[in-house]
């Protein structure tokens, strides 16, 4: 049964945000943990909180027209949510998918809001993106396309203002040519963009640092009974930037991870996957842009085609694919074949029934906004050596990185401890929520 307070929210939220459905899970899910503990703290209720921070600040949408190899003119549809700058810029990602649309957007902004105030770094919440597909396109259609949307994006960005980075689809290339367009408008080298590369105002750790952070959140919520990674068998989902570095920081903790999978299908490498194969991935993903399926071609194992790896027995498992990749079934199965801890590299991977199997059995569930933290953690690092001018150490950038992934374990804690079990997503929702929630109060009704 649903809480009244949040029935009615609810209500209000689908009434003014028509079919944006993830939205409106992301949201719910949030309103679910957050809404009993304003009740005990009525500030909050009074001043509107919750229902400020599921309304945009501000949202920009504008045209992308570009030209194609064949001289023909395309145009696509460019967005930039500004969700809430209460505790600092707007930061977050830009996703380049078929599948964007606006309530998409909202959806990661709003995430962004809470995951970013976990980091204990002063970042407000942004998402941007567009419905241009980067798939089967030349490098150049590719820069065009950048160029195009940066050509209007720029007016609205700035580094103390909204600094984007990558996500699904965007990545070094894109990034690229992304800051070369913005920084020739405005004729300004400045840190606008995070995730640049290494020679030209980008941190090390910043491409590792979503999947390592990921795998040291699921290592300290396994510590908490006593476990570790060592020697677990972990299937992991997608083959992008989240997936290849959780695999290796997997590999460098002595775990075992046996699959990754693309939108086509999955590999199953029973005797898993190894540094010479990832290897392979980074070449076959970052370079090549093929397919997953290559894969089992070359080391000769198990491919399947439109699944999922969540029926593979696992001990961990680490959706690091998209929205929604884990449904009730899955995590069912999951469960029945003695999974004991999932980490969310993705952002909201399982859907809330999903989520509900996984917590009523009781495995060790890290929510997206807890455990994928650590890419834009990396990301205000790089703001941060931007603005000093200089760059730390690849060891220095780790260790702030495992502790401000610790740190966050430790908010869930607080928050989210009940007896021997520890609710994640509680934990989470609360912890992100109060640090935005106490800045709004103090900047008043704006
Ligand atoms: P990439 O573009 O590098 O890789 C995405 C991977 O997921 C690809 O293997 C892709 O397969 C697969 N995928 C994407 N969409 C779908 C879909 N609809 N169905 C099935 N598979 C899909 O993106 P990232 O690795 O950067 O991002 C992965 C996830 O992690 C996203 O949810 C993102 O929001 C989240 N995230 C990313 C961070 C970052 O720093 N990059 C930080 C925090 C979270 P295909 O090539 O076939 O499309
Ligand atoms: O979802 C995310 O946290 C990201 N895509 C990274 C955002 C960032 O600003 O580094």
């Known amino acids: 049964m649903l809480h009244p307070k949040v029935k009615q929210l609810m209500k209000s939220i689908v009434q003014k945000n028509p079919g944006e459905v993830e939205f409106h899970q992301a949201v719910q899910e949030v309103?679910?943990?957050v809404v009993p503990f304003i009740e005990k703290n009525p500030?909050?209720?009074?001043?509107?909180?919750?229902?400020?921070?599921?309304?945009?600040?501000?949202?920009i949408m504008f045209r992308v027209p570009w030209v194609d190899d064949k001289g023909g003119i395309q145009v696509n549809r460019g967005f930039?949510?500004?969700m809430n700058s209460a505790i600092g810029p707007y930061k977050g990602g830009i996703r380049f998918h078929p599948t964007v649309y606006l309530g998409l957007l909202k959806f990661l902004a709003f995430e962004q809001v809470f995951k970013n105030s976990l980091t204990t770094l002063p970042m407000g919440g942004g998402k941007g993106g567009s419905d241009f597909d980067p798939k089967g396109k030349s490098d150049n259609e590719v820069m065009r396309f950048c160029q195009n949307f940066m050509s209007e994006l720029f007016r609205h960005i700035g580094p103390d203002t909204d600094i984007p980075a990558g996500d699904i689809g965007v990545g070094g290339r894109e990034i690229g040519y992304l800051f070369g367009q913005y920084k020739k408008l405005r004729n300004e080298f400045t840190g606008v963009l995070t995730g640049k590369g290494l020679g030209w105002g980008g941190s090390l750790i910043r491409p590792e640092a979503t999947g390592y952070g990921c795998v040291y959140f699921v290592q300290e919520m396994l510590k908490v009974k006593g476990d570790s990674l060592k020697g677990k068998v972990c299937t992991v989902s997608g083959s992008g930037n989240v997936a290849q570095y959780t695999v290796e920081k997997l590999l460098r903790l002595g775990a075992?991870?046996?699959?990754l999978s693309d939108s086509n299908g999955y590999i199953y490498d029973e005797t898993g996957v190894d540094?010479?194969?990832?290897?392979?991935?980074f070449e076959l993903k970052n370079v090549k842009r093929g397919r997953i399926k290559e894969y089992a071609e070359k080391f000769d194992c198990k491919y399947f085609e439109g699944k999922r790896p969540w029926e593979v027995k696992c001990d961990v498992a680490f959706p690091s694919a998209t929205q929604n990749?884990?449904?009730?079934?899955e995590a069912k199965i999951l469960v029945k074949n003695g999974c004991i801890a999932v980490g969310e590299g993705a952002n909201m991977p399982t859907t809330p029934e999903g989520?509900?199997?996984f917590q009523e059995a009781k495995i060790c569930y890290g929510p997206g906004k807890a455990a994928n933290a650590g890419g834009v953690a990396v990301s205000g690092f790089e703001m941060s050596q931007n603005s000093l001018r200089l760059s730390w150490t690849r060891e220095e950038v780790d260790k702030r990185l495992q502790d401000i992934m610790l740190a966050i374990h430790e908010q869930c804690l607080q928050y989210g401890k009940e007896g021997d079990y520890v609710d994640y997503v509680t934990g989470a929702n609360i912890g992100g929520f109060v640090k935005v929630a106490?800045?709004?109060?103090?900047?008043?009704v704006v």
């Open 31 to 33: 309103a679910e943990r």
């Open 43 to 59: 500030k909050y209720a009074e001043a509107k909180i919750l229902e400020r921070i599921a309304e945009p600040e501000r949202v």
């Open 80 to 82: 930039r949510v500004e």
């Open 256 to 259: 075992k991870p046996v699959t």
């Open 275 to 281: 540094e010479k194969k990832l290897d392979f991935v």
């Open 325 to 329: 990749e884990i449904n009730e079934a």
């Open 355 to 357: 989520i509900r199997v």
């Open 438 to 444: 106490d800045a709004m109060l103090a900047q008043g």
